[in-house]
């Protein structure tokens, strides 16, 4: 269908654009969403995430935030703290240096995000936002709908 590939185009040059951005800072782009989640979360009062709740914020599952959280472990922007509610969980909160670098990024990030949407008015962004929207609210039935409807592996015979 052609609105399915526009849409794969349309984010595939999102990260082909963003990424240069973010290596700027020496960081990728899922990089980013993990500081900036944490970073979020420290603005709303909870110094740190578990792994499950990072991956429910990002709308992604544990196992693919592992290796990249695993990789700002390595260069000193965040860190593995034991929960205060449950020493057998480990949870995830930013370094000194991880909000330094959170800041650094945020001081153009907002101009840096309005200069991709410069090819549309802002009639149209709007418009944009609200079709995609929608379309998240679908996708967010769906995605339950079909939790239940789809086997878990292959049938056995």
């Given at each position: 269908?052609?609105?399915?590939?526009?849409?794969?185009?349309?984010?595939?040059?999102?990260?082909?654009?963003?990424?240069?951005?973010?290596?700027?800072?020496?960081?990728?782009?899922?990089?980013?969403?993990?500081?900036?989640?944490?970073?979020?979360?420290?603005?709303?009062?909870?110094?740190?995430?578990?792994?499950?709740?990072?991956?429910?914020?990002?709308?992604?599952?544990?196992?693919?935030?592992?290796?990249?959280?695993?990789?700002?472990?390595?260069?000193?922007?965040?860190?593995?703290?034991?929960?205060?509610?449950?020493?057998?969980?480990?949870?995830?909160?930013?370094?000194?240096?991880?909000?330094?670098?959170?800041?650094?990024?945020?001081t153009r990030?907002?101009?840096?995000?309005?200069?991709?949407?410069?090819?549309?008015?802002?009639?149209?962004?709007?418009?944009?936002r609200g079709?995609?929207?929608?379309?998240?609210?679908?996708?967010?039935?769906?995605?339950?709908?079909?939790?239940?409807?789809?086997?878990?592996?292959?049938?056995?015979?």
């Amino acid at each position: 269908m052609r609105l399915f590939r526009a849409l794969l185009r349309t984010l595939n040059h999102l990260r082909q654009v963003t990424e240069p951005y973010y290596s700027s800072h020496g960081i990728s782009g899922p990089q980013w969403g993990v500081l900036r989640t944490l970073h979020r979360a420290q603005v709303e009062g909870t110094k740190s995430l578990r792994l499950t709740d990072l991956g429910e914020r990002l709308l992604i599952r544990p196992p693919s935030v592992t290796g990249v959280v695993d990789r700002l472990e390595r260069m000193g922007l965040v860190r593995r703290v034991p929960s205060k509610a449950d020493r057998r969980v480990r949870e995830l909160r930013l370094t000194g240096e991880g909000r330094k670098l959170v800041a650094r990024v945020l001081t153009r990030h907002s101009s840096y995000v309005r200069s991709l949407f410069d090819g549309l008015t802002l009639r149209e962004q709007e418009y944009l936002r609200g079709l995609l929207d929608r379309l998240d609210a679908h996708f967010t039935v769906f995605a339950g709908h079909r939790r239940n409807d789809v086997p878990a592996g292959p049938a056995k015979t």
